[in-house]
């Protein structure tokens, strides 16, 4: 039951196959039963509750197509009388009063919400080894990690413990777990999504994206998450197509894009050959590739470790310990209340980013590093304007390589680098995606999509005209259905 | 040695939207601690703020109204810093591409009239309030003003004295709210003026270093607070020391400023664009609209009493310079226009005397500009005297009635029938013939006396002109 997609399921629930109650209390029993530490928390009483709803409804006969699929939500968007930490010490106390509109959006959609799940700290990390909840565990292997910011997501999906999850993508916090948890993972075009009640880790690049089994359950929670939001003045007027109608449009002729800077040294071997495995059946299928070049995609680490540090350097300003959150003990006055407040209720790599970001920001270092990382940004969007006038799509590797082991990456640079083919899109933004192309040496491998600004639809065909033709995206993790006996 | 002082103003003024500059709540003063502060005031994780296109287009108001260039392509930035009042840990604001850019405004401190720069005008939100003595050691916050819409409005360096600075800051006051952008009240906030103040020997080019006066809610308290910074200024400098760049607080009680920071405390407020908000694009169409909105303006008022009304420059200026004023005295207009000047005399004289006395606002006098031109107009149709009417505006500041009504009811109505006068008057040439005779041996100032007489008998009714007229000629 839990490897079934969307699509299977509300077959399952509409045919009476089982009920939608008893499809979410095998959800949480397997939740409960699982050493993923995928969750930070789980939400029992309110999952049953919107199951036995969503029972009604289809018992009326008012079902849509996601009524009553659990889902896990993750712990970044703001859930009304829930928890709400974004992996954080900061905010374990924080109980949000409002829904985030994502959260909205899903609660109208008659979805179950089994729990919300563990990440980095504010989604400031690629291996969800940043959580004040402790590691999330790769479901192919507990010991290595799952990727991250969005790993107990990726997790969650990936190790059958909810049909789909959200997640989050400011500098690959989607693709690079979907690609190292073998699930299918769309950051959409910035602005596609709002932000609002998403908390905010760096705004210009932040994100929201489905985190699923197939290209076509993706295109289905899209139809939902997408669209325009007066509370989010940089959400996009942009009408929402119907995601779900162009995924059967023929490959015939797709021009695709490999960037050379993509498959340079650092890339390894096997990743590399799985991605040209996938490129070449896209030639099968008739599509013409291309080698193109995104000469300033060099440029897109340095330039994301400043924008984005600048921005959360702000952004993290309001959990001051005034209002909600964690307080320190005993202030002696209102710096000490600031100062060990935020000293003890902030992790290792949030303080780091932070104070990069507030570096950058002081006067006299302004110019040589926002401004000039934000030209940066304008030459990197420039160079994928120029490919995108040639190919239709820009393919490549999500992560240079797979899975890496738990507490392995010590050095905050090397774990920056595992974001090396994902930080340019956010830094453009423009959609990409992640879906499954093989595994190498039993670990994951993602192929990575790029298209043009609002190219969803085309991304979405792209990836199921794949799933078709390939069944990497139906493999699931060997120890899959003996939970907790892995290790 | 002979000092001269250097003024630039920082006003802060409240736009009078109904809601706030990036949220829904209200921004009506005076509720509940913390009842109008919404998700997003309270910068709760997640939110984000959208700008309200009323606080915008005051500002553009504002702009248009001087003459400023207008930056149809502005930004707003964040100002990052900590306070317990301040719930996101910075403020919006505007930096480098403030909404409206140069402009000048003219004032006229004394008889000449001197122009200001006015280098800018940006679009930021109020903070909370921290309020300290409410629970023993611990400090309240409310945080229903965060949020409100301010437009900072920053002068040059253009002004060399506490008056002139008085007179910069009032002509501001004024002009925003004829152009109804703001309610100008001082007491609750709605009106801050910052001075920033240095001094320099006279004919020297450079400036002197300057200190900022912050916390000063009165047009009074800024001028004292400038001379007594002038003052600590020439003291410390004809001492030999050196004025230290920083900010010192007002204090009206003590009539003293304290050292709040100085700039070496002044914090590095990290400024950069506010990811979550759109450059505001504004169109000619939009500027155009709102010029279209823009009231008649106190110096266009001002030129018009003159040329219409024949009144002279300074009365003009006086009826301008406040709206509340303008208002009334144009409601007077509007009765009868051609007793302007009687008006404006009445306006300037009695009425605001007695508005001055029982410290009311024109606003709210107990005399309204209708009822008063109604008793002004008595006087031109000779219905009673000039001085008869003093009597009636003090029973209508009481609340007796209208002028009509007191004039009735307490007989004043004046004598204009000449026979009748005439009969009065032949009866005290007749029984006053010792002053008759001295009248014609040319004493010509026993005239008043008989004046006297014949307004005692008549109570005071009768026409004073008409009555010099007849004992002129029954004398001669």
Redesign the interface.
């Known amino acids: 039951m839990h490897t079934k997609t969307i699509v299977e399921l509300a077959q399952g629930l509409k045919n009476k196959d089982f009920s939608c109650v008893e499809l979410t209390q095998y959800y949480l029993d397997r939740i409960r039963q699982s050493d993923l530490n995928a969750f930070i928390t789980v939400t029992d009483e309110l999952a049953l509750a919107q199951a036995q709803a969503a029972d009604d409804k289809i018992a009326l006969g008012n079902a849509s197509i996601l009524t009553g699929i659990p889902y896990a939500h993750k712990d970044i968007?703001?859930t009304k009388g829930v928890k709400?930490s974004?992996g954080s010490k900061m905010?374990d106390t924080?109980v949000?009063?409002?829904d985030?509109t994502v959260s909205q959006k899903l609660n109208q959609a008659d979805l179950v919400m089994l729990g919300k799940t563990n990440m980095d700290e504010f989604a400031m990390g690629s291996s969800s080894e940043n959580s004040f909840y402790g590691a999330v565990k790769n479901p192919w292997n507990r010991l290595k990690i799952p990727g991250g910011s969005s790993g107990g997501s990726a997790a969650s999906v990936a190790g059958g413990l909810s049909c789909f999850a959200t997640g989050t993508d400011t500098g690959g916090s989607i693709r690079q777990p979907a690609s190292l948890c073998s699930i299918t993972g769309l950051k959409p075009t910035y602005g596609r999504i709002s932000?609002?009640?998403?908390?905010?880790y760096?705004?210009?690049l932040d994100q929201a994206g489905p985190m699923t089994k197939t290209a076509q359950d993706a295109a289905i929670v899209l139809n939902v998450m997408a669209g325009f939001d007066?509370?989010?003045?940089?959400s996009a007027e942009q009408k929402v197509p119907d995601y779900t109608t162009n995924l059967n449009d023929s490959m015939k002729g797709l021009t695709i894009g490999l960037p050379k800077e993509f498959f340079s040294s650092g890339l390894d071997d096997e990743v590399a050959n799985h991605i040209m495995a996938a490129v070449k059946e896209f030639e099968a299928m008739g599509a013409i590739v291309k080698e193109v070049s995104l000469p300033n995609s060099i440029y897109a680490i340095p330039a994301y470790y400043i924008v984005a540090p600048?921005?959360c350097?702000?952004n993290?300003?309001?959990?001051?310990g005034?209002?909600?959150g964690y307080r320190a003990k005993e202030p002696k006055n209102?710096e000490d209340l600031?100062l060990r407040s935020r000293s003890e209720g902030f992790g290792e790599e949030v303080k780091r980013r932070i104070m990069i970001g507030?570096y950058a920001?002081?006067?006299g270092y302004?110019d040589a590093y926002?401004l000039k990382a934000q030209k940066v940004r304008h030459l990197i969007s420039d160079d994928f304007k120029k490919v995108f006038e040639q190919v239709d799509v820009i393919m490549g590797p999500v992560s240079p390589t797979t899975a890496f082991d738990l507490d392995s990456v010590k050095d905050p640079v090397s774990m920056y680098l595992a974001d090396i083919y994902t930080l340019s899109t956010n830094l453009a933004g423009l959609p990409g995606m992640s879906i499954p192309a093989g595994f190498a040496q039993n670990l994951p491998v993602g192929l990575q999509l790029i298209g043009n600004y609002w190219s969803e639809s085309k991304l979405l065909n792209i990836a199921h005209q794949f799933q078709q033709a390939t069944d990497y995206h139906s493999q699931t993790p060997c120890k899959y259905k003996t939970v907790g006996t892995n290790r | 040695m002979q000092w001269e002082t250097i003024i630039g103003l920082e006003i802060h003024a409240q736009l009078s939207t109904k809601s706030k500059i990036f949220s829904a709540a209200s921004t009506q003063y005076g509720q509940k601690p913390n009842s109008q502060a919404c998700a997003v005031d309270l910068g709760l994780p997640g939110v984000l703020p959208v700008l309200n296109v009323e606080a915008v287009n005051k500002a553009i108001k504002f702009g248009l109204a001087i003459n400023a260039h207008i930056n149809q392509r502005n930004i707003f930035d964040r100002k990052n810093y900590f306070y317990p009042d301040l719930p996101k840990g910075y403020q919006i604001s505007q930096m480098d591409w403030p909404i409206v850019g140069e402009g000048k405004i003219e004032i006229t401190p004394n008889e000449q009239t001197k122009v200001v720069g006015i280098t800018r005008a940006h679009l930021e939100e109020d903070a909370g309030k921290s309020i300290h003595d409410m629970f023993n050691d611990d400090t309240a916050i409310d945080l229903n003003r965060a949020g409100t819409p301010l437009l900072e409005i920053v002068s040059e360096p253009d002004m060399r004295s506490a008056k002139e600075a008085v007179a910069y800051a009032k002509k501001i006051h004024t002009l925003i709210q004829y152009i109804d952008i703001c309610d100008g009240n001082m007491q609750e906030g709605s009106f801050r003026c910052d001075a920033n103040v240095s001094i320099r020997p006279k004919g020297q080019k450079e400036l002197g270093t300057r200190a900022e006066l912050k916390n000063i809610n009165s047009f009074k308290f800024l001028e004292r607070a400038i001379n007594l910074e002038v003052e600590r200024q020439q003291d410390i400098l004809e001492e030999g020391g050196r004025v230290v760049q920083e900010t010192r607080l007002y204090d009206s009680v003590k009539h003293e400023t304290r050292s709040m920071r100085s700039k070496e405390e002044a914090n590095d407020y990290r400024y950069f664009p506010d990811p979550d908000l759109l450059p505001v694009e504004i169109s000619d169409e939009l500027l155009e609209k709102i010029r279209q909105t823009l009231p008649e303006l106190p110096i266009q008022k001002k030129a018009r009493f003159v040329a219409e009304l024949g009144l002279s420059d300074y009365d003009a200026d006086v009826l301008t310079l406040q709206k509340p004023l303008a208002d009334y005295f144009e409601t007077m207009l509007k009765h009868r226009i051609d007793n302007a000047k009687l008006y404006a005399n009445w306006v300037m004289g009695d009425l605001s005397a007695s508005l001055n006395k029982h410290q009311i606002d024109i606003q709210d006098s107990p005399i309204t500009a209708q009822s008063l031109s109604l008793l002004i107009d008595r006087i031109s149709d000779n219905t009673i005297s000039g001085k008869t009417a003093k009597e009636v505006f003090k029973a209508m500041w009481r609340g007796e009635g209208n002028a009509d009504e007191i004039i009735q009811a307490k007989g004043l109505k004046q004598m204009t029938d000449t026979g009748e006068i005439k009969t009065i008057v032949e009866q005290v040439i007749a029984n006053n013939a010792p002053q008759v005779a001295q009248f014609k041996s040319g004493n010509d100032k026993i005239l008043g006396f008989f004046v006297g007489q014949i307004m005692k008998l008549t109570a005071g009714k009768a026409n004073p002109k008409q009555v010099n007229e007849l004992l002129r000629k029954k004398l001669s």
Do not use: H, N, Q, W
């Open positions: 968007f703001c709400t974004a905010l924080f949000s009063p409002y985030a932000r609002y009640g998403m908390i905010a760096a705004s210009s007066e509370k989010d003045s940089t600048c921005e350097s702000s993290l300003s309001r959990l001051d005034v209002r909600y209102l600031y507030a920001l002081s006067a302004y926002y």
